[in-house]
């Protein structure tokens, strides 16, 4: 276990949200907890040991920076701090790497980022590309839909081990399933196991937080990821939470997920 004091190594800087609010740390604290309960140290502590370098990779593998191929126009690639594989940039980054670690520094990402980067979560380790679909199929409309050639491909994330895998969804799990988890309050469905994650995106000074919620559902047997995000709307769990247990309710009433209580936990299509 890794002990959270609340801060890595000042009082006034790199520390956990409940260090600021209640001066106090996390204590000891395993990664299922440090994800569930968004320990900041936890991550703060690993970077400072991993470095700036093999972050900078892990976010080219997940895709992010770049754009997802999805067929509409207008697509953003997002930010990613540094230059792939580019050493002379891991003394100039150091420091940046324990923003990175929390998705802070100079990292932007699009929804559609995050919603890809959680189904290659669930489904072990594939990153797909996402398409607009409709009841018939892939959509086609000339009014918003680009012509580019239409790309089915998947292609698996190298170097993603099935025992780092199941540790990182075992905490998206208790984000929500567990009591001592951020969403558990705001998220969390009787019906149905959800897994995923608050985030807290620090927009500037003097402007509210935009509020996320990323995952997948079912838990144990992912059939779609999904993402909420409020512009500004402040806190993860408390803003996105509440948007993510209505979604999900709605996709229980239309038969797109089942319960728990209906066998298999999903519908086969």
């Known amino acids: 276990a890794f002990h959270c004091q609340g801060f890595l190594s000042r009082p006034d800087e790199h520390r956990c949200l409940i260090y600021r609010l209640n001066g106090a740390g996390h204590n000891d604290i395993t990664l299922t907890r440090a994800i569930a309960q968004s320990c900041n140290v936890y991550f703060f502590s690993a970077a400072s040991k991993m470095g700036f370098l093999p972050l900078r990779e892990w976010c080219d593998r997940f895709g992010l920076g770049r754009e997802c191929g999805i067929d509409l126009p207008f697509e953003k690639n997002g930010n990613v701090p540094g230059s792939p594989g580019t050493a002379a940039d891991a003394p100039r980054f150091a420091r940046e790497a324990l923003g990175l670690a929390i998705g802070q520094s100079s990292l932007t990402v699009t929804p559609l980022q995050m919603a890809r980067a959680m189904a290659a979560i669930a489904n072990g380790g594939w990153l797909v590309t996402p398409h607009v679909v409709s009841a018939d199929g892939t959509a086609r409309s000339a009014t918003d839909i680009d012509d580019r050639p239409q790309d089915l491909s998947r292609r698996r994330i190298p170097g993603l081990t099935e025992h780092t895998l199941a540790r990182v969804r075992e905490g ?98």
Do not use: C
């Open 172 to 269: 998206l799990r208790a984000v929500v399933q567990e009591p001592y988890g951020t969403g558990y309050k705001t998220v969390r469905l009787a019906e149905v196991a959800i897994a995923g994650k608050t985030g807290t995106a620090e927009t500037g000074p003097g402007k509210p937080d935009h509020a996320w919620f990323a995952g997948y559902v079912p838990a144990d047997e992912p059939r779609y990821s999904f993402v909420v995000v409020l512009e500004h709307g402040g806190s993860g769990s408390r803003a996105a939470g509440p948007v993510t247990r209505e979604l999900v309710q709605k996709m229980l009433d239309s038969g797109l997920v089942r319960g728990a209580g209906a066998g298999k936990g999903v519908r086969n299509e």
